[in-house]
């Protein structure tokens, strides 16, 4: 990556930082609900290598992006000004300026082996690889909690994605060999030990290669509908409401709004009894939450679609402990926790199903719990 650098920008790059793609096992579409997640990084990341420039410029080379370098004045960002993929690393130097962080002028080349678009948080990976390279490169004290929180701000803002603080919170913050338990609302967070391969499982990651494009406004609308519920119920946020009370508030709420409120609720629940499991090393026990998680987002929550339905049913019969969409929905991708010696029976009965289906060839892989943004060199 060096020599490319230096092919598109002429001069030595100052190093090399990465930040992960991720997963989330459990905890879906409660984050903008103050509730609770539980993501793992990917080994798959966003690379970046940078130099600071003292011009007041900023560059942006991707070698996924469009073969261009495009080049912006660092002081003249604003939302809505960049509208190509290089508005997220752009959105992220607005970001940090926005905070009060005296930062000037980079070269950035990104190459990055996080499918883009495939639920796996490739957006998040690309803001926070940013964050970590300004970070070093101007000598910021910046937690990765809150490098997180601006990378969001990024997307939110200047980009215009009203997206919840996972991904970053994820792709910043994860341990190697450790899932995240993270409370969305004040961002208190634990390392939960997560190495299921220590008893012959793997988590097996399949990208259905689909997105379907109601997801964008979709994904508004079910934001508003919580953000609703919870007005109506007195509460801040769903995840005020505790499982107890959930009959009573379906029973006082609107018909539309009560399945999106038990999904949240049960969500949360099931992230609780997940973590409680993974202490206990219990790992083949995630499996059935992993499998209700899904049915609750199929039937309530209604963002899976027949790829990832397909997807789950059929790991599930061809012998996987449980399996679900992961991400926002409406395509994306998939987890399964398989006994590794049907690993590649799980894959091949999802391949033949996607053919017979006459849907394009998923794409898996095996994933173990990777480290966050960090420098390589
Ligand atoms: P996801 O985060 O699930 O991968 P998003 O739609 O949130 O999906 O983000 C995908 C977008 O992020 C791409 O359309 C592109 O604009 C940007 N992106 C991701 N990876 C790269 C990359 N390596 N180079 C350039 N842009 C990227
Ligand atoms: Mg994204």
């Known amino acids: 990556m060096t020599d490319e650098f230096e092919r598109i920008f002429g001069a030595a790059p100052t190093g090399v930082w990465a930040a992960p793609g991720r997963v989330n096992l459990i905890g879906e579409h409660t984050d903008y609900n103050d509730g609770f997640v539980l993501p793992i990084a990917l080994p798959h990341s966003v690379r970046v290598t940078a130099a600071p420039r003292t011009d007041g410029r900023l560059r942006l080379y991707s070698a996924q992006g469009d073969d261009r370098i495009t080049d912006l004045p660092v002081a003249g960002l604003a939302p809505g000004a960049v509208a190509s993929w290089a508005g997220y690393p752009a959105g992220v130097v607005w970001a940090l300026r926005e905070a009060g962080y005296q930062v000037g002028g980079a070269d950035l080349y990104f190459d990055s082996d ?3 678009g495939a639920g796996l948080s490739s957006s998040a990976a690309l803001e926070c690889a940013t ?6 490169l101007y000598e910021l004290d910046l937690a990765p909690a809150e490098l997180a929180v601006l990378s969001q701000r990024a997307e939110n803002r200047f980009v215009g994605v009203p997206c919840g603080v996972m991904d970053q919170m994820a792709s910043a913050c994860c341990a190697e060999g450790a899932a995240l338990f993270l409370d969305t609302r004040d961002l208190t967070q634990r390392q939960v030990p997560f190495r299921p391969g220590e008893q012959g499982i793997d988590l097996l990651v399949i990208d ?5 494009d109601l997801g964008d406004g979709a994904y508004a609308a079910l934001r508003a509908g919580c953000e609703r519920a919870a007005e109506l119920l007195g509460l801040a946020a769903l995840r005020d409401l505790p499982v107890e009370g959930l009959s009573r508030a379906l029973a006082a709420l609107p018909a539309e709004l009560g399945p999106l409120v038990r999904h949240v609720v049960t969500e949360n629940g099931r992230v609780a009894r997940a973590v409680e499991l ?3 090393g219990e790992f083949a ?15 309530d929550f209604e963002v899976s679609c027949p790829e990832t339905d397909l997807a789950v049913a059929t790991a ?13 929905g409406f395509g ?3 987890i399964a926790l398989v006994p590794q010696q ?9 391949s033949a199903a996607f053919q017979a289906a006459g849907y394009a060839e998923p794409a898996t892989f095996t994933a173990t719990a990777a480290a966050g943004a960090h420098r390589v060199g």
């Open 342 to 350: 049907l690993t590649g029976t799980v894959e091949q009965a999802i």
């Open 278 to 280: 993974l202490d206990k």
């Open 131 to 136: 964050a970590t390279a300004y970070r070093d």
């Open 316 to 328: 599930v019969s061809a012998g996987a402990l449980g399996a679900r969409m992961t991400g926002g």
């Open 332 to 334: 994306g991708s998939v």
């Open 285 to 299: 026990a995630l499996g059935p939450i992993l499998t209700e998680g899904h049915a609750s987002l199929r039937d």
């Open 208 to 212: 259905t290669r689909v997105k379907h």
């Open 114 to 116: 996080v499918p883009s």
